[in-house]
């Protein structure tokens, strides 16, 4: 654990402010939900809470299978970052934090499909470089209870694979599945 040098006092509702600069850092927005640990120690650890990371081993395996069925690459994130990867190179995508353009579309709850190859990829990851790998892909987010926690995303393998309604209504049916799941 790192030390900040930030002290803050709580108040007489029991609340704590954690500092901008702080909560830029770890991406934590207005209304994040945070998950409270304590230990015996004393410490109380906040970390941000991801839904669909409750899910991570039942997203690797609906990963694989998304893989299989379309022959393309499979991508599950949830709000920050990729929590399952098949069909691909696992280091290029797995536990890296997703874009800011892709952070948008979750944000906008809005679903993107590059049907050609002419059409602009958007890129998934942070650190993505400016190389188009990737030119026909499909977004989908996954919605719980009226919220976005994440995305189901096809990557096509090969340059010349053009994505038409079949990967997305794959993609769909992922999203709104693993949707559902958290609600129940």
């Known amino acids: 654990m790192k030390a900040t040098g930030v002290v803050r006092r709580i108040d007489d509702l029991g609340r704590v402010v954690i500092p901008k600069e702080i909560r830029r850092t770890l991406r934590i927005k207005e209304g994040d939900p945070l998950e409270i ?26 990963a694989e299978t998304l893989s299989k069925t379309t022959g393309h690459i499979a991508c599950i994130t949830d709000k920050d970052s990729i929590i399952a990867v098949s069909g691909g190179a696992k280091k290029e995508f797995l536990e890296k934090d997703v874009s800011e353009e892709l ?4 944000d906008d709850k809005e679903v993107y499909t590059s049907k050609e190859n ?25 919605i719980s209870n009226g919220d976005t926690i994440g995305t189901v995303i096809l990557l096509s393998k090969e340059a010349s694979t053009k994505m038409n309604e079949t990967e997305k209504k794959v993609a769909q049916s992922a999203a709104t599945f693993l949707g559902s799941q958290m609600e129940i």
């Not at 839904?51 to 997203?59: D, H, N, R, V, Y």
């Not at 002419?118 to 987010?141: A, C, G, L």
């Open 103 to 106: 952070e948008q579309l979750m």
């Open 118 to 142: 002419s059409d602009i990829s958007i890129p998934i990851t942070k650190d993505e470089s400016q190389e188009r790998k990737h030119n026909s892909q499909v977004v989908y987010p996954i």
């Open 37 to 62: 640990f304590t230990d015996r120690e004393g410490q109380v650890i906040l970390k941000k809470y991801s839904p669909i990371g409750e899910l991570s081993e039942f997203a690797v395996g609906y």
